[in-house]
């Protein structure tokens, strides 16, 4: 069920940058992987460090990475980007 409501915002994130870019709304998605946060430190160390080793960078995401794509994203250097889903995880492997 997780992975269906990760599909279902990604699908929406789609529709809504479609429909509301008449109005000049543009609405983009954003996947971090694991992020240094409280969530992160409560997980189990071994499945913590299974996931973190996935990334090519071989670190957890900083909380302030995710907020420098979205301070990045509000800005108008990013005007013509709309309906992505930006994936912020240092590289994965499959």
Same mark, same amino acid.
């Given at each position: 069920s997780y992975g269906c409501s990760k599909t279902a915002l990604m699908h929406a994130t789609k529709i809504m940058?479609?429909?509301?870019s008449n109005y000049n709304?543009? +609405?983009?998605?954003?996947?971090?992987?694991?992020t240094n946060t409280k969530m992160l430190k409560k997980m189990?160390?071994?499945s913590r460090n299974e996931l973190i080793s996935k990334s090519f960078m071989k670190r957890a995401?900083?909380?302030?990475? +995710?907020?420098?794509?979205?301070?990045?994203?509000?800005?108008?250097?990013?005007q013509y980007i709309n309906g992505q889903i930006i994936y912020l995880d240092g590289g994965m492997e499959c």
């Amino acid at each position: 069920s997780y992975g269906c409501s990760k599909t279902a915002l990604m699908h929406a994130t789609k529709i809504m940058a479609n429909e509301f870019s008449n109005y000049n709304i543009r +609405v983009n998605g954003i996947c971090p992987s694991a992020t240094n946060t409280k969530m992160l430190k409560k997980m189990d160390p071994r499945s913590r460090n299974e996931l973190i080793s996935k990334s090519f960078m071989k670190r957890a995401c900083e909380p302030i990475e +995710v907020a420098n794509l979205i301070l990045f994203l509000s800005s108008k250097n990013s005007q013509y980007i709309n309906g992505q889903i930006i994936y912020l995880d240092g590289g994965m492997e499959c």
